[in-house]
């Protein structure tokens, strides 16, 4: 298996902007999903409209999650953030989970991050000193990695520097 310096676990809309964030930013990323496709419940569980983007009149949400909202509109999966009738919130934004899935695939395609579908996270431990090793489940097969975890699932864990790489001891 090949080195990363980011691990990002869970390939939601979260992940997936972090995932992002840190290969625009030059880190070797792998994104570990355990479905076969990325959007987390926007897309597994079709949970939408997003909302909201906005505050009153003023857009608070931007960045990587603003962009993919530009996206899906310039590829007609989304109309964009629209005012929600019932006020519950400023702003709604509908989107089709199936194009965002592709839009996602396609993003980290020209990010360069690496994806590893169907697997499951299984232990990160610190091998000697600040290096990490991953355990992966990937189908019926361990997989072992390197490097710092990201677990967007729960509270990420940030580190402030790349681990080198180690080999798991028997």
């Known amino acids: 298996m090949r080195d990363y310096d980011v691990l990002v676990v869970g390939g939601g809309n979260a992940g997936c902007a972090a ?6 930013n030059g880190a070797r990323v792998l994104l570990v999903e355990r479905y076969g496709f990325l959007g987390g419940t926007a897309t597994a569980s079709m949970v939408g409209p997003w909302m909201t983007f906005h505050s009153g009149d003023d857009r608070i949400v931007g960045g990587i999650a603003q962009e993919m909202v530009e996206r899906l509109v310039r590829l007609g999966g989304s109309p964009g953030h629209l005012h929600d009738a019932s006020d519950y919130v400023p702003t709604i934004t509908p989107f089709d989970p199936e194009i965002h899935k592709a839009l996602l695939f396609e993003m980290m395609g020209e990010s360069g991050v690496g994806l590893l579908l169907h697997a499951w996270f299984l232990d990160a431990t610190v091998c000697r000193r600040s290096r ?3 355990a992966l489940r990937n189908g019926r097969r361990d997989r072992r990695g390197q490097r710092a975890p990201h677990d967007s ?10 681990a080198p790489a180690c080999r798991p001891t028997r």
């Open 132 to 134: 990490y090793c991953v």
């Open 19 to 24: 995932a992002l964030a840190a290969a625009r």
């Open 153 to 162: 699932t729960r509270r990420p864990t940030p580190t402030s520097r790349r």
